[in-house]
Antibody, heavy 113, light 112 residues
């Protein structure tokens, strides 16, 4: 059964670094891509970036300078790190397999002092 | 960045009736491989998005055939026939033609 679950701190202070983990099961990270998508409260969806089956990454150019996506295949985990957080980064962060039919439940991240 | 413009922003439908949602792209979504990179998602209230349609007209696994999609290289339409209660939510079109992938602003479907 394919599952994805995001985890991380609910509250981050401005200018600090966000670290999120997407723990997956039911599929291999070496055969599938994992994407991150975020959604500010009450607003639409924004593609954040992806790590592909071969380990390469692609990022939204608007976030690229602050963003890093990596993985640990032995633990079936994908990591998102974003630095210099601002209030505009407050959002629900989702991870999704192949940007398709399987999504995690999302994790709410609030940037506030 | 490719801009996807959805219309209307909201639609109210009587159960059993049909609904159509439009998505217009600022650039052709036809890839060099002949694939039209247009996707439709539904986000039910309080839930994660789910894929409905991929590559413009292909139904994702488990999606009822009441949903259909068609279009050209830049103009697309999602049609929902015989709307049911479970169809309530926000519909997003999205593309994967180039980076960054982007979404439309969403169309909220409500029941009358």
């Amino acid at each position: 059964q394919v599952q994805l679950k995001e985890s991380g701190p609910g509250l981050v202070q401005p200018s600090q670094t966000l670290s999120l983990t997407c723990t997956v099961s039911g599929f291999s990270l070496t055969s599938n891509s994992v994407h991150w998508v975020r959604q500010p409260p009450g607003k639409g969806l924004e593609w954040v970036g992806a790590i592909w089956s071969g380990g390469s990454t692609d990022y939204n150019s608007a976030l690229k300078s602050r963003l890093s996506i990596s993985r640990d295949t032995s633990k079936s985990q994908v990591f998102l790190k974003m630095n210099s957080l601002q209030t505009e980064d407050t959002a629900i962060y989702f991870c999704t397999r192949n940007y398709g039919s399987y999504w995690g439940q999302g994790v709410m991240v609030t940037v506030s002092s | 960045d490719i801009v996807l413009t959805q219309a209307p922003l909201s639609v109210s439908v009587t159960p059993g009736e049909s609904a159509s949602i439009s998505c217009r792209s600022s650039k052709s979504l036809l890839s060099s491989k002949g694939i039209t990179s247009l996707y439709w998602y539904l986000q039910r209230p309080g839930k994660s998005p789910q894929l409905l349609i991929y590559q413009m007209s292909n139904l994702a696994s488990g999606v009822p055939d009441r949903f259909s999609s068609s279009g050209s290289e830049t103009d697309f339409t999602l049609k929902i026939s015989k709307v049911e209660t479970e169809d309530v939510g926000v519909y997003y079109c999205g593309h994967r033609l180039e980076y960054p992938y982007t979404f439309g602003a969403g169309t909220k479907l409500e029941l009358k």
